[in-house]
């Protein structure tokens, strides 16, 4: 299996199973003499760490990385850094009974007529255990970015319920477990989850992820636009279905004048432009306002509501996933989005850094 590995400059690989012993990523071409500890990483792993709510599986992994290579005195060296996260709470059993059986909505049936052979204990490589592997790059990514600039994501819908943009408070993430910026909404989304979650059932989810400090002249005009580049990041993702760059859809509504971003001269003598319809990039290439990707994330396909499927002998059958999963696999997924922006970030940062001296 090839496609384990992401980015050009800044770049990482991934490996192990959601039932494996472990997971882990390698992170090559990271800068030498940065800081770095588990201690710096471990923040984002939390953030992501599953159990934390009734809204999310009840997994418990206490995703605890260690640094193997990499890092001496608390430095970067430059030299690949190799992170560890142990498995310590798999249930194989809980899929015994369907390990001959595609789940719907699942890779099980492509991985099969692909490889030959699949990971029935929760999707192994198809996981989105190894979600974890990416959000510890981010969070070196992050070390390469600097405190200039700053990533965060926000759950933006459940199901039908958006959040009221009038209400947006980037501080409430962080004081409810859907990372919405909406108090309002956090607390009408915890009454309709229950609902969803008590039936056995799940719902999609949009998530929103914000850099603000990006400098101008990120990304190339062609084929390596940084837009093109979050998009494919933010696609990797498990159970993503499509990604929005600023406007996006809601563009094909607007007419010109609308949509265009119009530019003025600030006190300092730069350029301002008087909104972000284009999110940040134009021509694949950063303005120097913020950068806003959003991405539909569809519901959790492991339900208890018995599906009609077929078996690895070609049998027609019915199927119910039991097991410890996502009633909304979308709230998980914000500090995931986090980190594939970080790293499309520090990789672009990197390459505009080798094209100008300056």
């Excluded at 940065?34 to 009734?54: N, T, V, Y």
């Excluded at 850099?211 to 159970?239: C, E, F, H, Q």
Aim: charged share 25%; proline share 5%; aromatic share 6%.
């Amino acid at each position: 299996m090839a496609g384990n590995s992401f980015g050009t400059l800044f770049r990482f690989t991934t490996w192990g199973e959601s039932h494996g012993p472990a997971i882990g990523v390698v992170v090559d071409g990271c800068p030498s003499l940065l800081d770095l500890s588990e201690a710096d990483i471990q923040p984002w792993m939390d953030k992501r760490r599953p159990g934390q709510s009734r809204y999310t599986t009840q997994r418990q992994e206490p995703d605890l990385v260690k640094i193997q290579s990499g890092v001496f005195e608390g430095k970067t060296t430059g030299t690949p850094i190799s992170l560890v996260i142990e498995n310590t709470d798999q249930r194989s059993k809980d899929y015994s009974e369907i390990a001959a059986k595609f789940r719907p909505g699942h890779a099980d049936f492509t991985y099969w007529e692909k490889y030959g052979i699949r990971d029935y204990r929760g999707g192994g490589r198809s996981s989105a255990r190894e979600t974890a592997c990416r959000v510890a790059a981010g969070a070196v990514a992050r070390k390469v970015l600097g405190s200039a600039i700053q990533v965060r994501g926000a759950l933006v819908q459940i199901g039908p319920h958006k959040v009221d943009r009038s209400r947006w408070d980037w501080a409430e993430t962080d004081n409810n477990p859907f990372f919405c910026p909406d108090p309002v909404m956090a607390a009408q989304w915890a009454e309709y989850l229950d609902g969803i979650r008590k039936s056995g059932s799940s719902v999609g989810a949009v998530v929103e992820v914000v850099a603000s400090g990006v400098p101008v002249g990120l990304g190339d005009p062609l084929y390596d636009k940084l837009d093109s580049d979050l998009a494919r990041a933010m696609m990797t993702i498990n159970a993503v279905k499509g990604v929005e760059i600023g406007n996006g859809f809601e563009a094909a509504e607007l007419t010109g004048e609308t949509n265009a971003d119009e530019m003025r001269i600030g006190a300092d003598g730069k350029p301002v432009f008087q909104s972000n319809n284009a999110g940040g990039i134009l021509g694949g290439i950063s303005t120097g306002q913020d950068v806003v990707v959003r991405f539909a994330v569809k519901p959790t396909s492991s339900i208890l509501t018995p599906r009609q499927t077929v078996d690895i002998h070609g049998q027609e059958t019915d199927i119910l996933t039991k097991g410890r999963h996502d009633p909304c696999v979308g709230i998980r997924a914000v500090p995931v989005g986090e980190a594939m922006m970080a790293c499309v970030l520090a990789d672009h940062l990197l390459r505009r850094r080798a094209e100008r001296r300056d």
